[in-house]
């Protein structure tokens, strides 16, 4: 078996390219120069984590109000939000 002769096959070929190292030109990060470039997947885990707090605040005073005795519950809104939910008219609660 002769194994010089490996230019033939595509996949030695991609692999040889792959290792040739390519000059970098400079970039904004080697100018000094600073820029921060948030992704859109990154800004809608920051705004959940944002939302997370908020509902964290309104957990936490529904707990104190619970606790105080000061917690009313709006039966009527309950009634509706469940009647619209099983009648299909979801978004009409007020």
């Given amino acids: 078996m002769n194994v010089e002769k490996t230019g033939n096959f595509p996949q030695v070929q991609s692999y040889n390219k792959a290792q040739k190292v390519q000059q970098v030109k400079p970039t904004l ?50 009634a509706t939000d469940i009647s619209n939910f099983w009648f299909g008219k979801q978004g009409e609660s007020k």
Wanted: aromatic share 4%; hydrophobic share 30%.
């Fill in 29 to 78: 990060a080697t100018t000094g120069e600073d820029h921060v470039q948030i992704s859109s997947q990154a800004q809608e885990m920051f705004h959940k984590v944002s939302q997370a707090a908020v509902r964290q605040e309104k957990v936490t005073l529904i707990k104190q109000q619970i606790e105080e005795g000061t917690y009313k519950i709006d039966t009527k809104k309950i």
